[in-house]
């Protein structure tokens, strides 16, 4: 009896859990309205660190948002921006703040980055 109720436990579990990660990865789930998000935009995306010069015409951006920092995890060699957070211009529309890292838009269809400073230069031009 004690074997079927940890069974009936961790099946209940793990439905919860593809229950919440279906829902906050879907197409039309805007990144502001959850605490937990991941999504990938595709489109072309670049960087350049003054050495290197990396650029994607099919690229992939996986956003991930904890709370209210968020990270972008890029394809194609290029390096991540993490810890980001934003402030809401117009609707549904999310703009990058804070040090080195403005230049950033986000909603639920498009991602914008256009980001400068000491570590490179970033920009993606990306959908979902």
């Not at 957070?85 to 804070?98: A, H, L, Q, R």
């Not at 490179?120 to 979902?128: D, E, I, L, Q």
């Amino acid at each position: 009896m004690k074997n079927k109720f940890k069974l009936l436990c961790t099946v209940v579990a793990a439905f919860m859990l593809v229950s919440v990660l279906v829902s906050s990865c879907s197409k039309n789930t805007d990144p502001a309205n959850t605490d937990f998000f991941v999504g990938t935009y595709s489109g072309t995306i670049s960087y350049n660190d003054g050495s290197k010069t990396i650029n994607d015409q099919s690229g992939k951006v996986t956003v991930v948002k904890v709370g209210n920092s968020y990270s972008f995890k890029f394809g194609s060699g290029i390096p991540d921006i993490n810890n980001v957070t934003f402030e809401k211009s117009g609707d549904n529309t999310y703009i990058s703040v804070g040090s080195g890292v403005t230049g950033i838009t986000i909603d639920a269809h498009t991602l914008k980055i256009g980001v400068s400073n000491s570590n490179g230069n970033w920009t993606a031009n990306c959908t979902r």
